[in-house]
């Protein structure tokens, strides 16, 4: 049986209590800063991410052991998609939430879980055709209609929404998704017009606003990469002004589209510090832009991957001294900037989650990070 419920304002609020004890308790650590507010709830500054990784046994392993040391560290964000290492990912983040149910090191309620879809998601291998598996998985059994895939690689179609919402959420063996993220949807504009890409956005969003109904997501939003960070004559350029206007015509004023993943590090400083986004006449980052229509930012690729350059890593131990290795810094940078909830890092194995949520003892340190945004490289 799934696990039911999903994160509360009530849940969320005991998990980060119990990281912040009261201060006539002095002998457990404090996480100063760490938790903030973000969709109703109780966020960790600090997220696991789970896109990495070879499709092997032992990373499912690893990432099933980082994924349970980094919920005892005070993680309670969990995001995965169901393309990540053809699904193998959802199905580790699945083991681990349940087997932390089941000890009582959390409760449903306590984690903040997402997924992502849009694009072709394969199980367990990639298939030798991939066009033989979509024709037999999607368009023999009417979900995808040759039209609504582009370019072989994505669709948001709302049959194949929610179709990979049921194969998160068994994946995961979950009732309810927290948030449910339309998976880099910039994809499309490759292949189809801006009119024909804002129709099938608003269907999405349409359909996602069923699932909120039918209690198997909680919120939906958009997971993109390139583009939130474009200039707006750009062919893959989004307006997120434009996006929460469709999601209010699909469903009026109180509709759940409220998150937002984007890239932001060292190297990829758009989201804070390129002014690309009207709102309401004025020109905003995307960062400002969000937190002007209420969405909560969860941001990806926070560390670069590991991949920072030296120059990069040696301006960021330098403003961050206190830090030690060149993750944390990162992290840190990322983490501080004002307008961001949740900063994601990939967790695939359990030392790699205790060193990460070292940095959870620390608190951010906005001032110094957008000083740093702005003498950075955009």
Same mark, same amino acid.
């Given at each position: 049986?799934? !696990?039911?419920?999903?994160?509360?304002?009530?849940?969320?609020?005991?998990? @980060?209590?119990?990281?912040?004890?009261?201060?006539?308790?002095? =002998? $457990?650590?404090? %996480?100063?800063?760490?938790?903030?507010?973000?969709?109703?709830?109780?966020?960790?500054?600090?997220?696991?991410? &789970?896109?990495?990784?070879?499709?092997?046994?032992?990373?499912?392993?690893?990432?099933?052991?980082?994924?349970?040391?980094? #919920?005892?560290? =005070?993680?309670?964000?969990?995001?995965?998609?169901?393309?990540?290492?053809?699904? +193998?990912?959802?199905?580790?983040?699945?083991?681990?939430?349940?087997?932390? !149910?089941?000890?009582?090191?959390?409760?449903?309620?306590? %984690? #903040?879980?997402?997924?992502?879809?849009?694009? !072709?998601?394969?199980?367990?291998?990639?298939?030798?055709?991939?066009?033989?598996?979509?024709?037999? $998985?999607?368009?023999? &059994?009417?979900?995808?209609?040759?039209?609504?895939?582009?370019?072989?690689?994505?669709?948001?179609?709302?049959?194949?929404?929610? *179709?990979?919402? !049921?194969?998160?959420?068994?994946?995961?063996? %979950?009732?309810?998704?927290?948030?449910?993220?339309?998976?880099?949807?910039?994809? *499309?504009?490759?292949?189809?017009?801006?009119?024909?890409?804002?129709?099938?956005?608003?269907?999405?969003?349409? +359909?996602?606003?069923?699932?909120?109904?039918?209690?198997?997501?909680?919120?939906?939003? #958009?997971?993109?990469?390139? =583009?939130?960070?474009?200039?707006?004559?750009?062919?893959?350029?989004?307006? %997120?002004?434009?996006?929460?206007?469709?999601?209010?015509?699909?469903?009026?004023?109180?509709?759940?589209?409220?998150?937002? /993943?984007?890239?932001?590090?060292?190297?990829?400083?758009?989201?804070?510090?390129?002014?690309?986004?009207?709102v309401r006449g004025e020109v905003l980052t995307p960062l400002a832009a969000a937190e002007r229509l209420s969405l909560t930012v969860t941001?990806?690729?926070?560390?670069? *991957?590991?991949?920072?350059?030296?120059?990069? $890593?040696?301006?960021?131990?330098?403003?961050?001294?206190?830090?030690?290795? @060149?993750?944390?810094?990162?992290l840190q940078f990322t983490r501080s900037l004002p307008g961001v909830c949740t900063s994601l890092v990939g967790m695939a194995k359990a030392?790699?989650?205790? /060193?990460?949520?070292?940095?959870?003892?620390?608190?951010?340190?906005?001032?110094?990070?957008?000083?740093?945004?702005?003498?950075?490289?955009?």
């Amino acid at each position: 049986m799934p !696990i039911s419920g999903r994160a509360t304002a009530a849940g969320t609020a005991r998990y @980060a209590a119990s990281f912040n004890p009261a201060e006539h308790d002095p =002998g $457990k650590q404090r %996480l100063p800063g760490h938790f903030r507010a973000g969709l109703g709830l109780t966020m960790s500054s600090i997220g696991a991410g &789970t896109y990495l990784g070879e499709t092997s046994d032992a990373v499912d392993e690893g990432y099933q052991a980082a994924l349970s040391e980094a #919920v005892r560290r =005070g993680c309670n964000v969990l995001d995965t998609a169901v393309s990540y290492r053809v699904q +193998r990912s959802e199905l580790a983040v699945g083991r681990a939430v349940a087997a932390l !149910i089941a000890s009582g090191e959390a409760a449903r309620d306590e %984690l #903040v879980i997402a997924s992502k879809g849009g694009f !072709i998601a394969y199980y367990l291998v990639r298939p030798a055709n991939p066009m033989d598996y979509i024709y037999e $998985k999607f368009m023999a &059994t009417g979900v995808i209609e040759p039209e609504d895939l582009a370019g072989g690689i994505h669709c948001i179609a709302p049959r194949y929404l929610s *179709q990979q919402i !049921i194969w998160s959420l068994g994946n995961l063996g %979950l009732h309810t998704l927290d948030v449910y993220y339309i998976h880099n949807p910039e994809t *499309q504009l490759a292949f189809v017009d801006r009119t024909t890409f804002h129709r099938r956005m608003q269907l999405a969003f349409a +359909r996602l606003e069923e699932e909120v109904a039918d209690g198997h997501i909680g919120c939906y939003g #958009v997971a993109t990469w390139d =583009g939130l960070r474009r200039p707006h004559v750009a062919a893959d350029y989004m307006s %997120l002004e434009v996006l929460v206007q469709l999601a209010a015509e699909a469903a009026g004023p109180n509709h759940h589209f409220k998150a937002l /993943q984007l890239p932001l590090n060292a190297a990829m400083t758009e989201a804070a510090t390129f002014r690309n986004q009207p709102v309401r006449g004025e020109v905003l980052t995307p960062l400002a832009a969000a937190e002007r229509l209420s969405l909560t930012v969860t941001t990806s690729a926070s560390v670069m *991957q590991g991949q920072l350059s030296e120059r990069l $890593k040696l301006l960021l131990s330098k403003a961050f001294p206190k830090l030690p290795g @060149a993750v944390l810094p990162a992290l840190q940078f990322t983490r501080s900037l004002p307008g961001v909830c949740t900063s994601l890092v990939g967790m695939a194995k359990a030392e790699h989650a205790g /060193q990460n949520m070292a940095l959870a003892a620390y608190p951010p340190e906005p001032k110094v990070a957008s000083q740093l945004a702005g003498r950075l490289p955009r």
